[in-house]
């Protein structure tokens, strides 16, 4: 049973317009979540977090919003750079636990 | 090093024999984290070090993994009598502190592949 869900594996943007990268949870435990962004034969790297406390937070062209009642949260990217394309997991924890609960990702290309 | 350094980079092996991985995890970090990725799957939680100490193993797959931190710094992965579903990318991950508000850094992997 996957409790995190992203259900694009992939999505296409045209450099220089918004890309917007879906993630849904089940457990309504978490409250916690994290953006991860992983480049081919490389680790992923921490992009963005938000903590259930707050509805959105920003961090240069990088947003991610949270809606809770909808146990939905997206990242949006503006302007779209062709050194985005990149897969994006997206990720969730009860605060405080160790152990992070992985979507599938979604892999990213941005068109210059 | 300045990152998480795992090694080998990839592995080839075959059906029944045992494999170790590294991980060297940034100096200082006191958490380290294995997780690992399978084909068109999302990254998976096996075990989780605080110092040397494994407090939570609960998402080794079965008793043929195994894992041990020493001097609490490099840790090692052990498959035993591997299997075809063990084939996947094994990532580990270091953190300064114990707690998943602290962002994690991760190592680029080792692939495993098992014939």
Known sequence: ?112 | GAGVSQSPSNKVTEKGKDVELRCDPISGHTALYWYRQSLGQGLEFLIYFQGNSAPDKSGLPSDRFSAERTGGSVSTLTIQRTQQEDSAVYLCASSTYRGSNEKLFFGSGTQLSVL
């Open chain 1, 1 to 112: 049973d996957q409790q995190v869900k992203q259900n694009s594996p992939s999505l296409s943007v045209q450099e220089g317009r918004i890309s917007i990268l879906n993630c849904d949870y089940t457990n309504s435990m978490f409250d916690y979540f994290l953006w991860y962004k992983k480049y081919p034969a490389e680790g992923p790297t921490f992009l963005i977090s938000i903590s259930s406390i707050k509805d959105k937070n920003e961090d240069g062209r990088f947003t991610v919003f949270l809606n809770k009642s909808a146990k939905h949260l997206s990242l949006h990217i503006v302007p779209s750079q062709p050194g985005d394309s990149a897969v994006y997991f997206c990720a969730a924890s009860v605060d405080g636990s160790y152990q992070l609960t992985f979507g599938k990702g979604t892999k990213l290309s941005v068109i210059p």
